[in-house]
Structure formats: structure tokens, C-alpha cells
């Protein structure tokens, strides 16, 4: 795990002041390579590079590093699980290596094979700048790639003069000077809406996140944005799905692919432990990974005082079963007081989430690890979530609403509102979103932070000025798909990319944690998918088809009890801490102040969800990212 940093340009030869600019990149990126650095300059690139050292730990690892004649370069960050294999294929085709890490295995891939090609072979999680200097129609060029499910970060800015600067997180790209600092209103709203900053946005114009499957080629001819793995093409989900398969071998299979993607993840050269919360995602992944650990596993784990939070005895029972050296960690609200600032320092793109892979990754640095296993992921691929088995009943409803005239539907909305405000219940107001019933609508009335209207008042606007900022990304009828894919999708694509896995990574990265995500390998993912929905959904038992994988590795205490999530009391620390938290609120011109109050006043009563303050502390904290953002106010 590092942090990547470059610049290209391809009208120009690079300066002396594009060197001193990817120094800064990689200054503010050490937490992400504590281990070294290194940078190449060319006459039209500059790469540079901060290592943490996971496999291979010797000088020979370091980067950026080349092919044999010094014609492709990279600066890469992430694992390729399968790259021995890789190595072996391209050194029976003539290759030479010269070090022991997954990186060489871009450059001889990229050279062998070109780029879709590479991408296409590569399973592990990766973002990564590769040049190649060598003469075409077009001139050296740059490519930008990141990882399937947009497990590593990348951003870049593409400026007016075809130079491209890039980096692993958005304040290290902005140290450089090159980038004005001018805010983005749609960011802020849809942080709002959305409770994270959706890709390809981030808070700053004219920056962007690489999306998930895709990569950027960047030559004398213009910036060029392609994908090259979709989920909604790739994987055919229940309209396809494998009906006929029998449940045995659908066992079968799935324990295999699990098996091989963990054991995967179990390579390096560094200690190595796993997140254990006690829950099934991460007790699985401890049953597994021991099966294939001669010595025993470092587990960690977070208690807390709350005991209808804590998840200690399960935790303490599969680590007794495997025998691993476990590691609790007691916290109370006063660690949250003072874990803040860090919180707020780690934190690249504002978010309602990750204080818990923050606490639990300083628990992990504590405990000697540099790599971490999650259980990340695993409620997507599963659907674990209560709204899928939602979904799977409200299907023929949902239709039928989504056929229905407008007048109609906006009287039912509008009826179902009102009646949801004379019971007190605030959170009823996003059925609004259900105006315009397309997918994503619905997805926002289970993910939504605020409603429409509560971000109009918060933010001082009008409907028009919303929906410009926050278009939804399908307007007409839902796809015609299954709504439980459909909502699958919109997971993958919104809730884990945009804020599971870029919290997961910078949290953890904060104290130069690798952190791991074995359900997420796309071979795994595509299997699972491809399940009929009938082994994925039931009412008794939450995400069968992962259980009867694992169950006979793990006490049915764990997999035959409600689903709980790793969940923190949060709610019981704001209101233990509400005097000096919410004082974080006042004094910004960001939000409306009386707006701000009522959301506060509702947490207070209990009418809302914890959620709702936190996101209103995180964008009034975030001064980097939402400071100066009152132009928003006023101009509907």
C-alpha cells in the first residue's frame, strides 16, 4: 500500500517546478509510504512515489520502476493477488525481473500484452500512473487505471494546457499550487444526499475521481476515459442467473472461489491479522485464513461499555475456536473527543463514516500489523442488507407505482409524506425522492441522508437550483432489471465505492494500515451474481449462500443469530458529547443555522439518526472542503 503522485505533459517538457510539485504530492502523502520514496523525472512525465513495504521489503521493491530499457515506468499502490502466476507466464515469454514484488508485473504485462489486456488478467485491488515514453502517432503517453470496484483511490485534474496532475488523495494533489481552489456546490449537496461525495465529484472543481473499472490515457491528442469491466454487463445477475445450478455445487463453488481469494490475501512479507467483529463477514474470514496459517492469526477487536453494542463474546468465540492471538480494545465516548481532529485530518473527502475503521486501525498499528483483513464488501455481494429483502416483496408494488400517471404518484407521495410528519417521523420526509420514480429514487429512499427539502433548507436554496446540483443519474422508468439487482448495482456503484472503501482506505492509511478486502475479488463477485436470488435471499437466514459456504468452519452462535453490523454507539457518544459537539456547528456560513438546529433538535427527541448531525459537524469541520461554500446559499 503507497501513495502515488505525478505530473504529465505532453505539450511540454517538464520543469523544474513539476519536480518540486510531486515532492509536495508525496510529503503530504508519508502516512500512505513511511517505508521511502523515490521519483522519476523524463522529459515529459514526473512520477513519484511513497512506499509501504509488503512484499519483497528490499531496496529492489522500491518505485517508480521500469521495464529493462527504461521506456515504461509506474508508481502503483494495491496488490495483485495473482501475480506470481503473471510473472511466471511472462517470464516463459522472455521477460526479465529484477525484484521480488507485484509491481514488475504492470510494467512487462503492459508491455506484452497492452493495457486491456493487463487490466483484464490482473485480481487484487490497485490504482496506478503508467508512462510510456516510447515514439506513436500520439507521443509518450500516461494511463491512469484503477481496480474493479474502486478498492485504492486515484484522482486526477486535467488542466487547460493538456497537463495532467494526479495523486492518491485529493489534498496531496492540491498541495502542488497547479490547481485552483475553487469549491464544488454539487459536491456539498450531494454529501447530503448521499452521506459521501459521489465519484467521478470530489470537493474541489476541476478534480476527479477515476471511476471504479476504468482507466485514463492521456497523450498529445487529449484525455481519454475508458472502461473496461462493468458490473451491470459483466455479471447478467438474476436475469441470467444460474436457476438450474444445484445447491451443492453452488456450495461448492463458492467455498472454493472464497477459499482461493483469501488465501490470496494472505501474501506478505509483514505481520498480518484481520478485523474481527465478531459478525459472520469477519468470522468467516478468520475460519478461512487460519486453515491456511501454520502460525495463529492477530485478531482485533473494539469493545465497548454500551453491552448492547459490544459483540465481544462472538468475537471471543471464534478466536478461541481458531486459537488466534486477540486483541480487544475498550472504547468510550471521551476516545471519540479525542480522536477528532485526527478523524477530521484523515479524512480526504467528507463523509458520515469511517470513525470506526479509524479507531479499529489505530487498534491494529498498536497490536505490531502493516496489513489487515476486512469483511468489507461482503453485504453487497451477499445482499445482506434488510432493503434487499425488502425489494424482493415490494417488486410487483414498485412497478406498478412506477407505471402509475403522475398526479397520481405525486398525490400518493405527498399523501404518504404528510402522513409521516403528523406521526413525528422526520426520516419519512425522503419519500419525496419518489417523485421521479426512477432506481436510484428508490435506492435514496433506503440510503438518502436528507430529504430534498430538508438540503433546500440546510442549504438555502430552491428546487431548481437542487435538482441542477443533484440530477439523478436515471430519469425514466427503472431499468429492466430485478429491483434487488438494480438496488445491487446502485450499492456497488454509490455506498461501497464512495464510501465503505475510500473511507476504509484512508482511515486505515492514516496509520499506515493496509487494509484488505477478500469478498471484493471479482471472480468471487461474478460467481455470487450470478446465484439465483432464491440462494441469496431468505427470511430466516441472512446472506444464505455465504453461510452454507462457511458454516461448518464456525459455531452457529455466529452465522444463526439477527444480523448486527459493526456498529459503534454512536448515538449514545454524540448526545453524551452534544454541548461541545454540535458548538462545532455554530459560527459557518456553510449551512443555515435554524435549519442546522431543528436537525439537532430532532436527534435530541430521537426523531432522527445519528447520522443526520454528524454529516452536518463533518461539513462545517471540513474547512478544507466546504469552507467558503455560502455561494451555494442564495442562488436559486
Avoid at 201 to 227: C, E, S, W
Wanted: contains cysteine; proline residues 5%; hydrophobic residues 40%.
Amino acid at each position: 500500500m503507497c501513495g502515488i503522485a505525478g505530473i504529465f505533459t505532453p505539450e511540454r517538457l517538464t520543469s523544474p517546478e513539476d519536480v518540486v510539485a510531486v515532492g509536495r504530492m508525496m510529503d503530504a502523502q508519508i502516512h500512505r509510504g513511511p517505508d521511502g520514496s523515490g521519483m522519476h523525472r523524463d522529459t515529459k512525465a514526473v512520477l513519484g512515489h511513497r512506499r509501504l513495504a509488503i512484499i519483497d521489503l528490499s531496496d529492489a521493491g522500491r518505485q517508480p520502476m521500469s521495464n529493462e530499457d527504461g521506456t515504461i515506468w509506474v508508481t502503483y499502490n494495491g496488490e495483485i493477488y495473482n501475480f506470481l502466476e503473471l510473472r511466471e507466464d511472462l517470464s516463459r515469454r522472455g521477460h526479465h525481473f529484477k525484484a521480488k514484488t507485484d509491481t514488475e508485473v504492470l510494467v512487462h504485462g503492459y508491455e506484452e500484452w497492452g493495457i486491456e489486456e493487463l487490466l483484464a488478467r490482473l485480481r487484487g485491488m490497485f490504482a496506478f500512473g503508467l508512462y510510456d515514453a516510447r515514439s506513436s502517432d500520439a507521443g509518450p503517453c500516461l494511463i491512469l487505471a484503477k481496480d474493479r470496484f474502486g478498492i485504492k483511490p486515484l484522482y486526477y485534474s486535467y488542466q487547460n494546457c493538456g497537463q495532467l496532475i494526479f495523486a492518491s488523495e485529493v489534498q496531496a494533489l492540491m498541495k502542488t499550487g497547479m490547481v485552483a481552489d475553487e469549491k464544488d456546490p454539487a459536491a456539498l449537496v450531494r454529501f447530503l444526499q448521499l452521506g459521501s461525495v459521489p465519484v467521478p465529484l470530489t470537493t474541489i472543481k476541476g478534480v476527479f475521481a477515476l471511476p471504479a473499472g476504468h482507466y485514463a490515457l492521456v497523450d498529445d491528442q487529449g484525455f481519454h476515459l475508458r472502461q473496461y469491466w462493468d458490473l451491470s454487463t459483466s455479471l447478467p445477475f438474476s436475469l441470467h442467473a444460474r436457476a438450474d445450478l444445484p445447491l451443492e455445487q453452488a456450495v461448492r463453488e463458492t467455498r472454493g472461489l472464497l477459499d482461493e481469494s483469501v488465501k490470496g490475501h494472505l501474501l506478505s512479507d509483514v505481520p498480518l491479522g484481520v478485523f474481527l467483529s465478531g459478525g459472520l463477514d469477519s468470522s468467516a474470514l478468520v475460519a478461512v485464513a487460519s486453515r491456511f496459517r501454520e502460525k495463529p492469526l492477530t485478531t482485533v477487536s473494539i469493545v465497548f461499555d454500551e453491552p448492547e453494542y459490544s459483540e465481544a463474546q462472538y468475537s471471543r468465540m471464534v478466536a478461541g475456536r481458531y486459537h488466534t492471538d486477540h486483541r480487544e480494545i475498550l472504547l468510550r465516548s471521551k476516545d471519540l473527543v479525542e480522536a477528532v481532529h485526527g478523524i477530521f485530518a484523515a479524512m480526504d473527502q467528507p463523509t458520515v463514516d469511517g470513525v470506526n475503521t479509524f479507531l479499529v486501525s489505530k487498534a491494529a498499528k498498536e497490536a505490531g500489523l502493516t496489513v489487515v483483513l476486512s469483511g468489507t464488501g461482503a453485504d453487497e455481494v451477499f445482499l445482506g442488507y434488510s432493503h434487499f429483502k425488502k425489494a424482493q416483496t415490494w417488486e410487483r408494488a414498485w412497478r406498478l407505482f412506477s407505471g402509475a400517471p403522475v398526479a397520481i404518484r405525486k398525490g400518493l407521495v405527498a399523501l404518504a409524506a404528510s402522513v409521516g410528519a403528523l406521526g413525528g417521523r422526520t426520516g419519512f420526509e425522503k419519500i419525496r425522492y419518489l417523485d421521479n420514480p426512477c432506481d436510484e429514487s428508490l435506492y435514496l429512499l433506503f440510503r438518502g441522508l436528507f430529504s430534498p427539502r430538508q438540503i433546500q433548507e440546510l442549504l438555502g436554496i430552491g428546487e431548481n437550483e437542487f435538482e441542477r446540483l443533484a440530477p439523478r443519474s436515471s430519469t425514466g422508468p427503472p431499468e429492466p432489471r430485478s429491483l434487488i439487482d438494480a438496488l445491487a448495482l446502485l450499492e456497488f456503484h454509490y455506498y461501497l465505492q464512495n464510501q465503505l472503501l475510500k473511507d476504509t482506505d484512508v482511515m486505515s492509511m492514516a496509520w499506515s494500515i493496509e487494509t484488505r478486502v477478500p469478498f471484493l475479488d471479482h471472480q468471487l463477485v461474478e460467481h455470487v451474481a450470478r446465484l439465483s436470488t432464491r440462494m441469496k435471499i431468505q427470511s430466516r437466514v441472512n446472506k444464505p449462500a455465504l453461510v452454507t459456504a462457511v458454516r461448518d468452519y464456525l459455531p452457529k452462535e455466529i452465522w444463526d443469530r439477527p444480523k448486527m453490523g459493526f456498529t459503534f454507539p454512536f448515538a449514545c457518544w454524540l448526545k453524551d458529547q452534544a454541548a461541545v459537539v454540535e458548538g462545532e456547528c455554530r459560527g459557518q456560513n456553510v449551512l443555515d443555522t435554524k435549519a442546522v438546529a431543528r436537525v439537532w433538535k430532532d436527534f435530541r427527541q430521537n426523531r432522527v439518526h445519528w447520522s443526520r448531525p454528524w454529516a452536518l459537524v463533518v461539513a462545517t469541520q471540513q474547512g478544507h472542503s466546504f469552507g467558503g461554500m455560502g455561494t451555494v446559499r442564495g442562488t436559486a
